[in-house]
């Protein structure tokens, strides 16, 4: 498939960035809709399914809405208010949505099952107004489960690919930001030209500018919202996905355990992946009590954040502590001496 999307000065002059958690939401799902997942995510699924098994109904809502292929529906990823929404002002305006925007994007849903709407959609259907709150709730859980534990390394990922194309903007243009999105995203004397999606856009169904926003999930895609009167939104494949999951190196273990001491350095190192205060325990030797309240003092100075999935809580590292962790922060600080 091959559409073209024409573009005035107005449009190009409106062309901004963002960094948008439910779009990670939507894209995540499709990603552990598909069989097998696709190989750059499959370290991450393996660690959040058995999570998901536990919630088991609030997982099959959201599933039967983003299958693996075909329409997403447009009222889950509303325009953007600002660069970086948190997701509860996104929440705010699902829940917001008016019942016959909800029952048109069901309607489309129904269609690629020979006309009927998978059963856990069904009061959704019936009710939107009634059971939009309940579908947030769905999505909230779902965030603390998948996504929460690992935003910090999805989000600085995301940021420096809207950096580096801030760059590109400022040195090359706009328009070659546009030809360098994705392999199937093309600038083309005065149009973008998409090719090879599961949907098209096209100039007279949007509205004007064009909103861009980096996905961890979307790979290998680009994934397109085209509902009037809003911009058109392409979410497309973020740089640098190929080495989200790899552990990361933590070769300031040794300088942080001057300062911080010995176990909490090892237990910021033992976070590459969330984890337990039981899995933690299990994994160092020291006692639950003793990682316990350890994570509470690493909590309190911003290094961790804890995140409840279900009956327990995971810890994660933050941006912060996994700065000091780099081998860069390690080296930087030898230089220093």
């Known amino acids: 498939m091959r559409t073209a999307l024409a573009f005035s000065t107005d449009d190009l002059a409106r062309t901004r960035f963002a960094v948008s958690p439910m779009w990670e939401v939507v894209t995540s799902l499709r990603a552990l809709a598909h069989t097998p997942v696709p190989a750059l995510h499959r370290q991450w699924a393996g660690q959040v399914r058995p999570r998901l098994a536990a919630v088991g109904p609030v997982y099959r809502r959201l599933a039967a809405m983003v299958p693996p292929e075909g329409h997403l529906p447009d009222f889950l990823n509303p325009v953007p208010a600002a660069s970086a929404p948190a997701l509860a002002d996104e929440l705010a305006a699902i829940a917001a949505t008016a019942p016959a925007q909800v029952r048109a994007d069901l309607d489309l849903l129904a269609a690629a099952h020979d006309g009927r709407l998978p059963a856990p959609l069904e009061p959704l259907y019936r009710d939107p107004a009634g059971r939009l709150p309940r579908l947030t709730a769905d999505i909230e859980a779902y965030w603390q489960l998948a996504l929460a534990p690992y935003w910090a390394r999805i989000r600085a990922l995301l940021d420096a690919d809207v950096l580096h194309r801030a760059r590109q903007a400022v040195g090359h243009g706009t328009a070659h930001v546009l030809d360098d999105l994705h392999e199937t995203v093309r600038w083309d004397g005065g149009a973008l030209r998409l090719e090879q999606r599961h949907c098209a856009v096209r100039r007279l169904d949007a509205g004007a500018g064009l909103l861009l926003v980096p996905s961890v999930f979307a790979w290998p ?25 790899e552990p990361r190196p933590s070769t300031g273990s040794d300088a942080l355990a001057a300062v911080l001491g010995r176990s909490r350095a090892r237990l910021l190192a033992e976070l590459d992946s969330p984890a337990s205060t039981t899995e933690l325990a299990r994994r160092t030797g020291l006692s639950a009590a003793g990682v316990s309240q350890h994570l509470t003092g690493l909590r309190a100075a911003g290094l961790t954040s804890a995140h409840r999935a279900g009956h327990a809580v995971l810890y994660a590292r933050t941006a912060v502590a996994d700065a000091l962790l780099a081998p860069e922060a390690a080296s930087g600080a030898g230089a220093a001496r």
């Not at 979410?235 to 989200?244: E, K």
């Open 221 to 245: 895609r680009v994934l397109t919202r085209s509902l009037p009167p809003d911009p058109p939104q392409l979410a497309y494949p973020a740089r640098g996905i190929a080495t989200l999951w």
